[in-house]
């Protein structure tokens, strides 16, 4: 991975969180306001991404539909590192019955239909929760089922590092338990966390936009790029002659664009942290 | 417009006819999920209709175009004793696919089976009442008189849904009465009919029918794929085809998209009236107002929805019965004319006030409910959108739930956990009798208030008793005044807000021959056995 590449997929994220937080601003048209007049309407220079089949400006959802991509999937991601360091340091300190616990909950966890309970948690919220609540629910959801997979790797590292030539050094010197984890085990890896807070953003990205396009994402009329790439359903034409009418595209380029910029980083932070 | 799609569609029958139907070949269709039961007394779901359409025979069918009851098994029939008897002559020399002979023990049997409580058919239900099950008796080998607790108006249109199964081998899916039989089943996957050997029927050149060699039914739950194989060629028609799809095939030479204009189906959004239910006590006031209702009606702008959502597909309904029902439709009821101003002033009579953009009612209680739908159905979200900006402008607020159909279920017949839901309508029985189970205020799907002890309101008691009154009525015309009645009390009181009434849309080959669509479900096959495929096709 090259540093012009990182370099490129930061400033592609920094401009696209920017749009995101200047949405209120940026936006020609509030998100929400139907044209009945002017459904489907072309690029044009009062809407540049044209408007919907409901007569709503599409740049206005896309901005304001970044929000919820780009501010709820890290925090998910960052929820899923959390509970996976805590629980991988848990297990790979104390070793023995500790550790076989933490492994068989992540298995038991992996083995979880995810979908199902997000189901379950959307039937059972307040039909009047707010947007962002009901969002705010879903993606702690996915982050908190998020933990298994990195806490696995964390749970590998730490093993490997405890019986690491340092550590049995520290160990030997009298040092407690607690400094060993802190100055010892937490400082290395805390790379690997960072790979994997990286990875888990654009999964979550893609979960969002997964539940967007089963109906069960962001409610009406909120956007999101899950409920925005929807406008693709039924529209095979427009996928066959992708040129005809790209402005379909933006909420799917931005989300492979915004996938790809944090797999990019993802993948710099991994291969520096080796 | 409809004399124009009579005529092409005369058109095509004629050209059909110089031409002569051919013999053989395989129709192919596709359904969206599998029949839930292969047993025609235990039909509860459109697939398994389909699968009693194919094979099963019947004493009465309802002519899908003229909907009125046409002979089948039966040749004639006569209602006595004031419609508390029905005796039926049925045809000679009928036999099952495996060859035993079809007499009148058969249909004994079947209403025997009917009656059966331990089916629990839900076929039976227009048999039963409090005082008892319809009884059959065999009167000769070919004369059977059916006997009803209490008058039953209309009674042969009953029996177009009850197949007729054999006394011997009632559950043999090779001993039907009906054009073709199951060959195969691969569960999830398809259903093979072929054609029944036996079958009585001839065309008009004494050839016997059906004239298909089979039949090949697809499960196929997505729409996008079946889309797909039908302009591939590899299916021959579809039922109940979304405006989106009819608007790319009606684009295509050879898409053979048809709109049979205004269906029997509905879209309506009603409150929860539950008086248990777990809401606020002020919401619960609001959605019991009949001013907050009929306001909700007049902001609704119908026409942007069929124009937006169905894609000029649809007509704007005032009432539960639409015009496709040529007996029970209430032609003087009109929508209500959408007026935001008119709403705002009943709105304010009734005690509420807009202030800052923002309605109250009079405890100063900002007016904000949900609407919840079924999540994946893209034309109710988008439809609930529209009424979410409609109804922004008297300054209500609507938050729109999406909910996975089990959840639904459970919060509008179960928890009443829910302000206001947004669902349709699939009406397949055309007569009032078939909708009891709506209009009664004691029944359990009386969706705005199920299961009252005695009814909630006035104009309720009333719909019970004109319910009742018309159930046991004799006389068509007074059966219609009392039906006219409910329909206007539901316009009035608004318990449902129906929203649109959708066009039936579908896409039918123009390889298939002799088809005869009709608005009624399904609307393109129930004919099946007079379908045929031109040479070219097989």
């Known amino acids: 991975m090259t540093q012009p590449l ?47 089949e409901l007569g709503r400006d599409r740049l206005s959802r896309l901005l304001h539909g970044s929000r919820v991509s780009l501010v709820l999937a890290p925090t998910a991601a960052l929820i899923s590192v959390f509970a996976a360091a805590a629980l991988g340091a848990l297990g790979g300190c104390l070793g023995g019955r500790w550790e076989r616990a933490v492994a068989s909950a992540a298995d038991l966890t992996l083995s979880l239909p995810g979908l199902f ?68 085990l937490v400082p290395n890896v805390r790379p690997i966390l960072a790979a994997q807070f990286l990875v888990a953003v654009p999964a979550f990205i893609l979960a969002e936009a997964n539940l967007g396009m089963l109906g069960l994402g962001v409610p009406e009329s909120m956007p999101s790029w899950g409920n925005l790439l929807r406008e693709l359903e039924g529209q095979p034409e427009a996928l066959t002659r992708p040129l005809e009418r790209p402005e379909l595209f933006a909420p799917a380029l931005l989300l492979i664009a915004a996938v790809l910029c944090f797999q990019a980083l993802a993948g710099a932070r991994t291969e520096s942290s080796t | 417009m409809n004399f124009l799609l009579a005529l092409l569609l005369t058109g095509r029958l004629q050209a059909a006819a110089t031409a002569g139907p051919q013999s053989g070949g395989e129709l192919r269709f596709a359904i969206q999920a599998e029949p839930r039961s292969l047993d025609p007394h235990l039909v509860s779901d459109e697939p398994s209709g389909i699968a009693r359409l194919l094979s ?11 909907q009125k009851p046409e002979p089948e098994l039966a040749r004639s029939w006569k209602v006595e004793a004031g419609g508390r ?59 059977v008189a059916v006997r009803f607790p209490s008058a039953t108006p209309n009674s042969e249109r009953l029996f177009d849904v009850v197949t007729i199964v054999s006394a011997a081998a009632p559950t043999d899916p090779r001993a039907v009465l009906g054009p073709f039989f199951l060959e195969e089943h691969k569960a999830g996957s398809y259903l ?26 697809e499960i196929q739950r997505n729409r996008e794929m079946e889309l797909m194989k039908y302009r591939r060629g590899e299916l021959n028609l579809i039922q109940n085809l979304d405006p989106e799809s009819f608007r790319r095939l009606s684009a295509e030479p050879k898409g053979g998209a048809i709109d049979l204009g205004v269906s029997l189906d509905s879209e309506m959004i009603w409150f929860n009236q539950v008086a248990s239910a777990p809401l606020p006590d002020y919401k619960k006031a609001w959605f019991t107002s009949r001013d907050f209702r009929l306001a909700v009606s007049e902001a609704i702008n119908r026409g942007d929805i069929a124009r937006i959502i169905y894609k000029g597909h649809a007509t704007p309904a005032p009432g539960p019965v639409s015009p496709a029902n040529l007996q029970w439709y209430l032609s003087a009821l009109r929508p209500p004319p959408r007026s935001p101003q008119a709403a705002l002033e ?24 949900s609407i919840i739908t079924n999540a994946g159905n893209r034309n109710r979200e988008r439809m609930a959108s529209l009424i979410q900006q409609d109804l922004s402008g008297l300054g209500i607020k609507v938050n729109v739930t999406t909910l996975d159909f089990p959840s639904l279920i459970e919060r509008i017949g179960k928890t009443w956990q829910y302000e206001a839901c947004l669902l349709g309508v699939i009406i397949s029985d055309l007569d009032p009798n078939a909708q009891m189970n709506l209009w009664m205020s004691s029944s359990s799907t009386h969706q705005w208030n199920p299961g ?19 159930s046991q009525e004799p006389n068509a015309l007074r059966r219609k005044a009392a039906f006219d009645r409910v329909q206007q009390i539901v316009v009035d009181q608004a318990p449902f807000v129906y929203l649109v009434y959708t066009n039936s849309l579908v896409a039918i080959s123009p390889a298939v021959r002799n088809v005869r669509p009709g608005v009624m479900r399904p609307s393109a096959i129930w004919n099946i056995e007079q379908l045929a495929l031109d040479e070219a096709a097989r």
């Open chain 2, 56 to 66: 099963g025979g019947s004493l009465v069918r309802i002519d899908h175009v003229t």
């Open chain 2, 192 to 217: 093979l009919y072929k054609r029944n050997p036996h079958y009585w029927k001839k065309d008009g050149l004494g050839r016997p029918l059906p004239y298909l060699a089979s039949v090949r039914v």
């Open chain 1, 6 to 52: 990182q370099r490129l997929a930061l400033a592609f994220l920094g401009l696209m969180a920017l749009g995101a937080a200047g949405a209120d601003w940026l936006a020609p048209a509030p998100y929400d306001l139907q044209n009945r007049e002017a459904l489907g309407e072309p690029p044009s220079s009062k809407a540049p991404l044209g408007t919907d």
């Open chain 2, 452 to 470: 009252q002890k005695k009814p909630a309101t006035p104009w309720e008691a009333e719909i019970d008793r004109l319910m009742q009154a018309q």
């Open chain 2, 346 to 369: 009943r709105l304010r009579k009734a005690g509420f006030s807009l202030t800052g953009g923002v309605l109250r009612d009079s405890g100063g209680h900002p007016v904000e409910f």
């Open chain 1, 117 to 184: 309970l997000l189901l379950a948690l959307r039937s059972v919220l307040p039909l009047n929760a707010s947007a962002w609540l009901s969002l705010a629910a879903t993606f702690t959801l996915l982050g908190l089922l998020g933990w298994a997979a990195p806490a696995r790797v964390v749970l590998a590292s730490i093993r490997r590092l405890r019986d690491s030539d340092f550590v049995l050094a520290a160990r030997a010197r009298g040092v407690a338990e607690w400094r060993i984890l802190a100055v010892h």
């Open chain 2, 85 to 143: 008897r029905i005796v039926f002559q049925l045809r000679e020399g009928v036999s099952f696919s495996n060859g035993t002979p079809f007499t009148a023990e058969d249909v004994a049997f079947t209403l025997r089976r009917l009656a059966d409580p331990n089916l629990h058919s839900s076929v039976a239900d227009g048999f039963r009442s409090s005082s008892g099950a319809a009884q059959a008796e065999v009167l000769g080998k070919y004369s």
